[in-house]
């Protein structure tokens, strides 16, 4: 995957996560720095990226300098009226896999936002759902240019560490992104795995 993208799309879980880093603006400040242009779904923008209040924040500073766009349907009519069948018929092949008939709406931005990735010919999702990427795979990916990745949040620090960020800053968004009592093994994983001491 490459170290720069021009566009990518972004998932709650993801913004949430980054968004718990209270030292440093990083879906404003470092999002930047590997994706030019930055989709967020209406629905995502709307219901899901609540809190922290952090978050919305950096994402609409991200949407007045026209580095984030908020998409959905209205927006693929707008571009090419053709393509919202497709959008629609990506929205019901999801909905049918990991659809929850108990949380109707769990998973909604994720099936919107992958439907909209699918028919835009968006090729980055920056989502830290697991399990996503068999998902994907198997029912929207053809094994070409097109093809939809998953980054999560260990590829982002990857792809941090590779760009020369501070190893302090990407421990810290590693720490914040999982749960609380996981926290020990969060550190031992990273310390020990994904940016072990020299």
């Known amino acids: 995957m490459p170290l720069k993208c021009k566009i990518a799309l972004l998932d709650a879980d993801?913004?949430?996560?980054?968004?718990?880093?209270?030292?440093?603006?990083?879906?404003?400040?470092?999002?930047?720095?590997?994706?030019?242009l930055l989709y967020i779904h209406r629905h995502v923008y709307e219901n899901e990226i609540l809190t922290p209040a952090a978050v919305k924040k950096q994402v609409d500073s991200l949407v007045r300098q026209k580095r984030a766009i908020i998409v959905?349907?209205?927006?693929?009519s707008a571009q090419d009226g053709s393509k919202e069948l497709i959008y629609d018929q990506v929205i019901s092949l999801l909905k049918t896999k990991f659809w929850d008939s108990k949380k109707p709406r769990k998973n909604w931005g994720e099936i919107?936002?992958?439907?909209?990735?699918?028919?835009?010919?968006?090729?980055?999702?920056?989502?830290?759902?697991?399990?996503?990427?068999?998902?994907?795979?198997?029912?929207?990916?053809?094994?070409?240019?097109?093809?939809?990745?998953?980054?999560?949040?260990?590829?982002?620090?990857?792809?941090?560490?590779?760009?020369?960020?501070?190893?302090?800053?990407?421990?810290?968004?590693?720490l914040v992104s999982g749960e609380v009592e996981n926290l020990k093994q969060r550190k031992e994983?990273?310390?020990?795995?994904?940016?072990?001491l020299e």
């Open 72 to 76: 959905d349907r209205q927006f693929i």
């Open 14 to 36: 993801f913004a949430i996560k980054l968004g718990r880093v209270e030292s440093q603006n990083i879906i404003e400040d470092i999002i930047p720095e590997f994706v030019e």
């Open 189 to 196: 994983q990273f310390d020990g795995e994904i940016w072990p």
């Open 112 to 174: 919107v936002s992958l439907a909209f990735a699918k028919t835009d010919g968006v090729t980055v999702f920056l989502s830290d759902e697991s399990d996503l990427q068999d998902i994907i795979d198997e029912h929207l990916n053809l094994e070409d240019a097109n093809d939809i990745r998953v980054v999560k949040i260990k590829d982002f620090i990857e792809w941090m560490k590779a760009a020369g960020s501070q190893r302090k800053l990407c421990r810290i968004i590693w």
